[in-house]
C-alpha cells in the first residue's frame, strides 16, 4: 500500500480580503498611514507588522483592539455553544 501525500489548502477568509481591500484602497489614496497587522496563519504561525505615523496613537488603537477581542472572548465563555 502507497501513502499519498495530499496538501490541503486553506479555505480563503472572505471577511480578511475584503478588510485587507479596503485597508489598500485608503493606504493607496493617502487617507490610512499607518497600520498594525497582527496575524495568524494556517499552518499555526502567528506574527506582527507595522508602519507609519503616529505609534502613540496605534499603540492606543492595539489597546482598543486587545479590549474588543476579549469581550468577544468573555461573551463566548459566559455563552458557551454548548449551552444554546
Do not use: H
Not at 23 to 35: C, D, F, I, N, R
Not at 58 to 77: F, Q
Amino acid at each position: 500500500m502507497t501513502v499519498k501525500e495530499v496538501d490541503i489548502k486553506p479555505e480563503v477568509n472572505e471577511e480578511l480580503v475584503f478588510m485587507l481591500s479596503k485597508a489598500l484602497e485608503m493606504a493607496k489614496s493617502g487617507e490610512l498611514q499607518s497600520a498594525a497587522l497582527a496575524t495568524w496563519f494556517s499552518d499555526g504561525k502567528s506574527g506582527n507588522c507595522f508602519t507609519g505615523y503616529m505609534p502613540l496613537a496605534l499603540i492606543g488603537e492595539l489597546r482598543v483592539m486587545e479590549r474588543d477581542i476579549i469581550d468577544c472572548n468573555v461573551t463566548t465563555r459566559r455563552n458557551p455553544i454548548w449551552d444554546e
